[in-house]
């Protein structure tokens, strides 16, 4: 993930359960994570965003649970826990980030996505296993473009669905 504030790259390396910094030039700058189940240890992360400003998010899948670190490496919070429930993991895969710093969090075995606030608070959840609009069949991975388009690659469907945040008004 391309962390603008810091322009530098940040790649997960899930067998070394760690992520590697890179500048802009592809020199390497930093490596921080082990494994583990610790704040700041991962067991086999799948996916990382970058919140604008904020922290690097990072979808530890063996740990089910979320983890927020900050530019420098140091873990600053995480959320999350295996079961069944609203809010819990059986398999976070990816995660993604809105305009307005909210948590998107690709489940591969709930087939869904649950979106969360900046301290980890459910808010809703979308999808669930199938082949309609809005379902999934092993969901692989999601991003956020710049309009706010929530990208989710939809694996054993053979497609990429596309949706849209739409913000609250007020009258």
Same mark, same amino acid.
């Given at each position: 993930a391309w962390d603008s504030s810091t322009k530098n790259l940040r790649v997960l390396?899930?067998? =070394?359960?760690? #992520?590697? *910094?890179? +500048?802009?030039?592809?020199?390497?700058?930093?490596?921080?994570?082990?494994? %583990?189940?610790?704040?700041?240890?991962?067991?086999?992360?799948?996916?990382?965003?970058?919140?604008?400003?904020?922290?690097?998010?990072?979808?530890?899948?063996?740990?089910?649970?979320?983890?927020?670190?900050?530019?420098?490496?140091?873990?600053?919070?995480?959320?999350?826990?295996?079961g069944d429930a609203a809010g819990d993991f059986a398999l976070p895969?990816?995660?993604?980030?809105?305009? =307005?710093?909210? #948590?998107? *969090?690709? +489940?591969?075995?709930?087939?869904?996505?649950?979106?969360?606030?900046?301290? %980890?608070q459910l808010l809703m959840s979308l999808g669930q296993e199938g082949r309609g609009p809005g379902e999934f069949y092993l969901p692989a991975g999601i991003t956020i473009d710049s309009l706010d388009r929530i990208w989710v690659a939809d694996t054993y469907n053979r497609r990429v669905q596309v949706f849209q945040y739409l913000r609250e008004t007020t009258p």
């Open positions: 390396d899930a067998a =070394e359960h760690r #992520i590697i *910094v890179f +500048d802009s030039s592809g020199a390497m700058k930093a490596k921080y994570g082990t494994r %583990g189940s610790g704040p700041g240890e991962f067991n086999f992360p799948a996916g990382l965003a970058i919140a604008p400003g904020a922290s690097v998010i990072v979808a530890d899948s063996m740990n089910f649970r979320v983890q927020l670190i900050d530019h420098e490496g140091r873990p600053t919070s995480s959320f999350g826990k295996k895969r990816d995660t993604a980030v809105d305009s =307005e710093g909210h #948590i998107y *969090v690709l +489940d591969n075995q709930f087939e869904n996505i649950q979106i969360f606030d900046k301290t %980890g």
